[in-house]
Structures are given as structure tokens and as C-alpha cells.
């Protein structure tokens, strides 16, 4: 487990921080607006964290590469595709973050949040379909770590319009 640092977000010098997990999910977009939201209401900073997930390559290190190379390039993608988002909804002036890793996406988190003592608070966008809020929500809200997650989990319904939204923030 990776050892998780005293939040500083309200002390001089530093400032807080919303993690967003950025992926091609409809969901992605509520929680976007709602941290955008809370941003615009009481300062902070967006953090967009892209994870690109191992494949199985094992004999095929140049495959590998390849994979990563074009997530990477898909991830840099989303983050100017949800700036513009933001822009068009009136957050454009909300200060953003781009982070890339590369790893299983709740350890990967939990890095993330292990490296900046800023970050306060993760938001998720709750998948809206009869499978369920998805698998990221399921993992981290009501998993295993849910008890135990190292900041508090903002969960945001993945149908709210954005006039919502910006009402709740």
C-alpha cells in the first residue's frame, strides 16, 4: 500500500485539488462540470488523471510501446477535449492539471495521491446504464477502500444536466 502524506491543501503556499479520472466514459462529463463547479465556487484546481492499463504483450516489446504511445496521444486528446468542455460550459478559467500514468487505475490513484498532498478530493461520474455506477465507482466507493480511501469520494450521478450541476456546486 503506498503511504498516503497529511493533506496540505489549506496551508500557505498551497492550494486545493480536485482528482478527476479521465477516460471515454459518458460519466466523465458530470463529474468534469462538477468539479469545474466547485472549483468556480470556492478556488482549487482540477487535476485530470489519464491511467493507461497493461496489456498482455509479454514477447512483444515493441507492441508494447506502440500501446502506450497511442494512449498516450488518446489521453493528451481528452485532456484538450474536456478544456474545451469547460470553456464552453463557462469554466474556462478554472486552472488544470494534466497528469499521465501507467498502471492498474486504483493503485495508480492512490500514487497520485500519495505524490500530491494537495489533492482533497476525487470525483467519479456514476455510470447511468443497468450494469451498475461502474467499475471505478465500485472499486474505489464501495470496495475494498471505501472505508478507508485516504480523502472523500464525491460520487455524481451520471445523468444530471449541467443547469444541475452547477445548482448542486
Known sequence: MVEI????????GHARKFLLIVDESQEVESALYYAAARIAHSSGTLVM?????????????GVKQV??????IKAKALF???K??????GF???????VIRKGQKPEQ????????EDIAILVLGAAIDQKGPGPLVSALAAGRLAGTFPIPITIVPGNLALEDIKALA
Open 84 to 89: 474545451r468542455k469547460l470553456g464552453l460550459a
Open 92 to 98: 474556462d478559467v478554472i486552472p488544470c492539471e494534466e
Open 80 to 82: 484538450r477535449m474536456f
Open 67 to 72: 500501446q502506450i504511445d497511442e494512449e498516450t
Open 49 to 61: 488523471l489519464y491511467v493507461i492499463e497493461p496489456q498482455d504483450f509479454q514477447h512483444w516489446a
Open 5 to 12: 502524506r497529511k493533506r496540505r491543501s489549506f496551508e500557505a
Open 109 to 116: 490513484i492512490l500514487s497520485v495521491i500519495a505524490d500530491d
